[in-house]
Structure formats: C-alpha cells, structure tokens
C-alpha cells in the first residue's frame, strides 16, 4: 500500500457558527464550500489552508460531549507548523484564546504548545 497523503481532517462540532468563527476569524482558514443537508440537519464545512483542503466541519443535531480528560483512545489532537511559535501565541491571546505555556520538544529540541477549540478538542502550534 501507498498512501499519498492526508486529504482531510474532520470534526464534528456542537455550536456551527461559533466553530466556524473559530476556525475560519481566529485560525485564518479559509472556507472552499459550504453545504446545508436539510436532511441530516447539518452543515458540512469544507476549509482549506494556503489553498490545500484539510478540515471538513460538521454539525449534527444534539452531538454527544467528546472526553478530554483523562485522554481517550483515538486521535489525540490537530497539529499546525507555525514559524513563530511567540508571535502566534501573541495573536492568539490577542484574540482571546487561551494557550498554554510554551514548551520545548525534549527530542527535537522544538518549540511547541496547546489551546483547544470551542468544543474543547486539543489543538497544538509546533514551531518549524
């Protein structure tokens, strides 16, 4: 088997509009296609960064709370490369959102850090 790549990333949110708010006014996402399913009673958000399609954003009626802690099995969080790992985290509290202390990866010696999204899912800045 040979896998390309990643091709996306979905997440299923319990509030729509103030998911994409964040995702799209805080991160800088940029919206490719937005589809209301009158059916199903859900949007389907489909977000790109610098032009590359990687989130799909979901919402559903009445989704059930995702446990954060203790950590589950499964995906643990999303990951960003940023260059500035300070200048991101200035950005960020600038826009009112709570990050955690920066740290440095034992192993690569690496800038990284978390905050999360509306729902709580565990977003980390790792530092080129």
């Known amino acids: 088997m040979k896998l390309n790549k990643i091709h996306h990333i979905a ?11 964040f995702y799209v006014d805080i991160l800088g996402l ?3 296609n ?9 949007y389907k958000l489909d977000l790109g960064l610098h ?10 009626p009445n989704p059930p709370k995702r446990p954060s802690r203790p950590e589950a099995v499964g995906l643990r969080h999303l990951a960003f490369e940023v260059g500035d790992i300070v200048k991101t985290v200035k950005e960020l509290t600038g826009k009112e959102v709570a990050v955690e202390a920066i740290r440095t990866d034992e192993n690569t010696l690496k800038k990284y850090t978390f905050f999360s999204d509306p729902d709580g899912l565990p977003i980390e800045l790792y530092e080129k």
């Open 11 to 21: 997440i299923l949110c319990s509030d729509y509009q103030k998911s994409k708010a």
């Open 51 to 60: 032009g590359t399609y990687v989130i799909e954003l979901f919402s559903f």
């Open 30 to 32: 940029t919206v490719l």
């Open 34 to 42: 937005e589809t209301y399913r009158k059916e199903r009673e859900s």
